[in-house]
């Protein structure tokens, strides 16, 4: 009987110190899920305060070491680091903020895109986005490589009227374009009041291998208004200063204007036309802007206790 007491007294003893060490345990697994949440917390507060200072100002006012916070801008990769230590813990990510500009989206505005509840069939990768600006298209360059300038008012062209491939420059106001049918060209336009009727066929020259392409259409003037019906189909960029109302058009994209605005489902081919994408040709170079960062990609490169801490 003595043993038997015995026996049970040591067995709850050492379920009691069982316990007591799944207890311990449970208490330091505990504090250190709150402070790895707490850190986390703290690194991405730090992300957002440095991605606002980056696109708010001149992007080295984001390198900062201060309060256990210690951000770096590298100006040639574009990776901005941020790291948090708190003292006993820290973390530290590597953000890609490489350039994401108007061309690189199907449909990019400096106001406003309104879909009117129809569908534009726009995939995640370039899926629309509104910018606080427009690119600026450089005349000089559209007419030093132009083929031809077409000057006056209250004129208008019908089919194929193109004498030869190329940029095309049109000066005046009041044009009217009637089923015209042009491959291998761009055309550019200056002044307001530019209408395409009945069906329209137009294409960019395309791009050799990765270079950056033409685009199809240009309207300089931000008083132009250009709508595109159901029965145009056009390969290449669209940029408009002004508004651009779309009606069921077949369009590769990208499209970029001030505002933006569908009237029926688009048709568009991005997926299809992939080489039309980034940067154009005939708005500057591409580092002459300062573009807005985002996340383009996220690595965790530390992540654990404060060494001797």
């Known amino acids: 009987m003595l043993v ?25 697994v505990s504090n250190q899920t709150i402070q790895n949440i707490k850190l986390q917390f ?15 100002g001149v992007d080295s006012l984001v390198n900062l070491d201060e309060n256990g916070v210690l951000c770096v801008w590298d100006s040639t990769d574009l990776v901005l680091t941020v790291s948090v230590n708190d003292g006993k813990y820290e973390s530290e990510v590597e953000l890609d903020l490489s350039d ?16 009117n509840g129809y569908d534009a069939g726009l995939t995640k990768q370039k899926q629309s986005r509104v910018f606080t600006f427009l690119p600026q298209a450089d005349y000089e360059y559209f007419e030093t490589h132009s083929v ?25 106001n009041n ?3 009637t089923d015209i049918n042009i491959t291998n060209s761009t055309l550019v336009f200056t002044g307001k009041n530019i209408f395409f009727s009945g069906s329209n066929t137009l294409t960019a020259p395309a791009p050799l291998d990765s270079a950056s392409a033409l685009p199809a259409l240009v309207f300089t003037n931000p008083d132009a ?6 029965g145009d189909h056009i390969e290449g960029a669209i940029f408009c200063a002004g508004e651009i109302s779309i009606e069921g058009s077949t369009l590769t994209g990208p499209i970029v204007g001030k505002t933006i605005s569908l009237h029926a489902d688009l048709n568009l081919l991005e997926t299809e036309y992939s080489q039309f994408y980034g ?22 490169t530390t992540w654990g206790t404060v060494e001797n801490s």
């Open 4 to 28: 038997a007491v015995i026996m049970s007294f040591l067995v709850l003893s050492f379920t009691g110190v069982a316990v007591l060490e799944v207890a311990n345990t449970s208490r330091t």
């Open 225 to 230: 208004n250009l709508h595109l019906a159901s």
């Open 42 to 56: 703290a690194l991405e507060t730090a992300v957002n305060e440095a991605l606002w200072r980056i696109n708010c």
């Open 279 to 300: 940067w154009a040709l005939g708005f500057g170079a591409v580092d002459e802007y300062d573009w807005p960062k985002q996340i383009g990609r996220w690595t965790s």
């Open 100 to 115: 994401d500009t108007h061309f690189d989206h199907s449909l990019a505005s400096s106001n406003f895109i309104e879909f």
């Open 175 to 177: 044009l009217l374009l």
């Open 148 to 172: 031809e300038t077409h000057n006056g008012n209250y004129n208008s062209w019908k089919e194929d009227f193109l004498a030869q491939e190329g940029i095309h420059i049109f000066t005046g």
